[in-house]
């Protein structure tokens, strides 16, 4: 029962600070919505210019299908060649679309217009959405063009999204942000545990009390614990009624999985606490560590997008489990048996890194 006075004293001295509690609940719900709404993969409103030089009523179809689009933004539609470098030097438009009459030798007539797609490659990755999104229009135009004159097309792809139909990003995004915030509180908060007693010089004053070690050692992480689950708890409140996320699986295995993540990320952080002589020291080591652990979590990139010789420290983020496994619940609605493995890992990183993590801190309180 001595551990619960030393949580207690520990929950005392959080919520003592007026300003910590702004940032434990109010600030999450905040960069939840925020990140929400900025951290999307979703190109719309692409800027356009189009260069009609056909005389073809398709080509006017089509750009009245783009401007009535929410995918593009045709900033203007021009007549005449121009110095298409000089146009992507300004920045106005990220791509330009030209088009030239067709001609089609067996009927001797204009047939569906030449199209030239430019792009602008400094933005690589909406340049080549701009084309994809285009060459769909075209693609449906064509097929529609076809059908109402009585014929069909030979061959026809068509795809079966699940899990997400509506590719929205935000689906895909938001748990892994809620992911990521447990972790910045998790890291944050717990990392200057042991070294401000150490700067306030009462851990002399621990050490000679009735506690144990081990007690001093799990009262120092528990509080962050309960406070990392509440916060948890509210981000996925806050991403299933701000964005409508749908939540398929079982919330008990969501938090079997961050229970076993917390285990791992607080002793990483206890060891950041027990590693540095002063609190800027240890806040230092948690943004670089958080920074590390994003990057390497597949939370914005693909995994497999990360170099052979850098995979292994994928491999060791406890994190990039955790975003899986809470993704696979959401979208998903596996069950544990679809992510078991994960936990394993996961759970012998956790294993590892408390080991780790008490050495340090045995060697702290030798001193």
Do not use: C
């Not at 097929?143 to 997400?164: A, H, T, Y």
């Not at 995979?311 to 596996?334: Q, V």
């Amino acid at each position: 029962m001595r551990i619960f006075y030393l949580l207690r004293k520990e929950l005392i001295e959080i919520f003592r600070q007026k300003e910590m509690l702004f940032f434990i609940f109010v600030a999450p719900v905040i960069q939840i919505i925020v990140l929400g709404y900025v951290v999307t993969t979703d190109v719309k409103n692409i800027p356009v210019q189009v260069v009609n030089l056909s005389k073809n009523k398709v080509a006017r179809e089509l750009i009245a299908r783009m401007e009535s689009s929410p995918l593009f933004n045709v900033r203007r539609v021009t007549r005449s060649p121009e110095d298409y470098i000089e146009v992507f030097k300004k920045g106005e438009v990220r791509s330009i679309i030209i088009m030239r009459d067709g001609y089609d030798t067996k009927r001797k007539a204009l047939h569906y217009p030449e199209i030239q797609i430019l792009m602008d490659g400094i933005d690589s990755n909406t340049a080549l959405v701009a084309a994809g999104y285009f060459n769909g229009i075209t693609k449906k135009y064509i097929l529609e063009d076809i059908s109402q004159k009585g014929m069909k097309f030979p061959l026809e792809s068509r795809s079966l999204i699940r899990f997400n139909p509506d590719l929205k990003s935000i689906n895909y995004m938001g748990p892994g942000i809620v992911a990521l915030l447990l972790t910045i509180t998790a890291i944050f908060l717990t990392s200057i545990g042991l070294v401000r007693e150490k700067e306030q010089q009462t851990m002399d004053t621990l050490l000679i009390s009735r506690l144990r070690p081990i007690e001093i050692y799990i009262g120092k992480a528990l509080p962050m614990a309960i406070l990392g689950l509440v916060d948890m708890g509210i981000g996925i409140v806050v991403v299933i009624l701000v964005f409508g996320i749908p939540l398929r699986g079982n919330l008990f295995y969501l938090l079997v999985a961050a229970v076993i993540f917390l285990f791992a990320i607080l002793s990483y952080a206890l060891l950041i606490s027990t590693l540095s002589s002063s609190q800027q020291q240890a806040l230092f080591f948690g943004w670089f560590s958080m920074v590390t652990f994003l990057m390497l979590s597949g939370l914005f990139t693909p995994l497999e997008n990360i170099p052979p010789a850098f995979r292994w420290l994928a491999d060791i983020n406890p994190l990039r489990y955790l975003i899986k496994i809470i993704r696979e619940i959401f979208l998903k609605g596996n069950g544990i048996a679809y992510f078991s493995r994960d936990l394993l890992i996961m759970g012998g990183i956790t294993a590892v890194v408390l080991s780790l993590s008490l050495i340090n801190f045995r060697r702290l309180i030798s001193k």
